[in-house]
């Protein structure tokens, strides 16, 4: 009989969290010397992949956007996108206020040597992460207005292949890429003090999520004109669900029958936004990241990041989002790149950034998907506004 037993994702992090915490308390130099060289080689493939996830999943949202181009469409992709930005700004002056409260200590402070790399395998990327996020946009677009059915179909099969690349490979190293990484942090004597910054960060976050739904649906409310509440209250299974599953994708369906029960929204808008919203608005998971890389970036250098690369990390991630991957962690992984190129993150800061945003990600995903209902309540109010009959929308994703 095949065993089906298998561990969630966050639950194999924090495995690796302790297993790694314990050998480098433990470990000799010969066992570190092993460590960093696996550590720099799970990073080296982690970064060679971030490109191909880029162009895996934007170029091809953006030609599921173009085929069904409409008012609506745009209007719903400019809300996702507002909101995520919104929430992404908001964070972080969040974090330009709350976090130099926190008493963080720096990584710098007191720690031993880490050995040196024994076997150094350099694995470049294809392209850098700026070229593969203009050349989906490109891609995306020109294979939209020339209607180039097989290469439209081509982005179809590559986002397949790299969702598989990314379930098979970059999903399953993860939990060993922590572990390595949280024995240097430990061997170095300083993760006894970062740990306890994290369950902080992780109730703040958390906190956040539900500020920034109160204001979503308190917008959605005031702009169509009716009971944001009767939307909400209905929410309740799928914002439980979506803390078990982590995935808007596993939701949706429980999502659909929860925004159908309620009467202040089209059923027209639910068929179109919900389904639509579950792929591009990631709105928890942008705020979180935001407040995370703050923190992070304070326990390696001891500061905070410039506010004008912040301000450009924001705006660049809110179109990260609407391609992200729909896998636990996906917000995260699609903009490696922007953390690295515009944050300067090494291995250990997106390593720390990878661990945090795990043990949080179910509760990020919850407030996207909470979040969409609000959405669909602005799409009803502008669709009622403007005098859009309601139809029967077949939209498929």
Request: charge should be neutral.
């Amino acid at each position: 009989m095949k065993n089906k037993f298998k561990l969630s994702l966050p639950i194999q992090l924090i495995i690796g969290v302790i297993l790694g915490i314990v050998v480098g308390m433990i470990a000799n130099e010969a066992v570190m010397n092993v460590v960093v060289t696996v550590k720099y080689i799970l990073s080296q493939f982690i970064n060679f992949c971030v490109p191909l996830i880029i162009i895996g999943f934007i170029a091809p949202s953006i030609t599921k956007l173009g085929s069904n181009a409409s008012k609506m469409l745009g209007v719903a992709l400019l809300l996702a996108y507002v909101s995520s930005i919104s929430a992404a700004l908001i964070s972080a002056v969040a974090g330009y206020a709350i976090i130099p409260n926190l008493s963080i200590t720096t990584s710098s402070e007191g720690l031993r040597e880490l050995p040196e790399v024994i076997f150094q395998l350099d694995i470049p990327q294809i392209m850098s992460v700026m070229s593969a996020l203009v050349f989906s946009i490109v891609a995306g677009l020109t294979a939209v207005w020339t209607k180039s059915k097989n290469f439209i179909g081509l982005l179809e099969d590559f986002q397949k292949m790299v969702l598989v690349m990314v379930k098979k490979f970059v999903i399953p190293i993860l939990p060993f890429f922590i572990a390595v990484t949280f024995c240097s942090l430990s061997y170095e004597g300083s993760i006894t003090k970062q740990l306890p910054t994290f369950l902080i960060i992780v109730i703040i976050v958390v906190i956040g999520h539900y500020i920034w739904l109160a204001v979503l649906y308190g917008l959605a409310g005031l702009y169509s004109g009716k009971n944001p509440l009767k939307v909400l209250k209905h929410y309740g299974p799928a914002y439980i669900t979506a803390i078990g599953t982590m995935s808007s994708a596993a939701t949706l369906s429980v999502a659909l029958d929860c925004a159908k029960k309620s009467e202040v929204l089209r059923e027209d808008m639910v068929d179109f936004g919900i389904p639509l919203f579950a792929n591009i608005h990631l709105c928890g998971s942008v705020l979180t990241e935001v407040f995370f890389v703050m923190t992070v970036n304070n326990i390696l250098t001891g500061s905070l990041p410039p506010v004008g690369s912040m301000i450009i990390f924001c705006l660049l991630l809110g179109v990260f989002a609407i391609g992200a991957p729909g896998v636990p962690g996906g917000t995260v992984m699609a903009s490696l790149g922007l953390i690295s190129d515009i944050l300067l993150f090494d291995g250990t800061g997106i390593a720390l950034m990878l661990t945090i945003f795990a043990l949080q990600d179910s509760f990020g995903t919850a407030c996207n998907v909470t979040g969409d209902g609000a959405l669909t309540l602005m799409l009803t109010g502008y669709a009622d506004k403007h005098n859009i009959e309601e139809q029967k929308i077949d939209f498929d994703l």
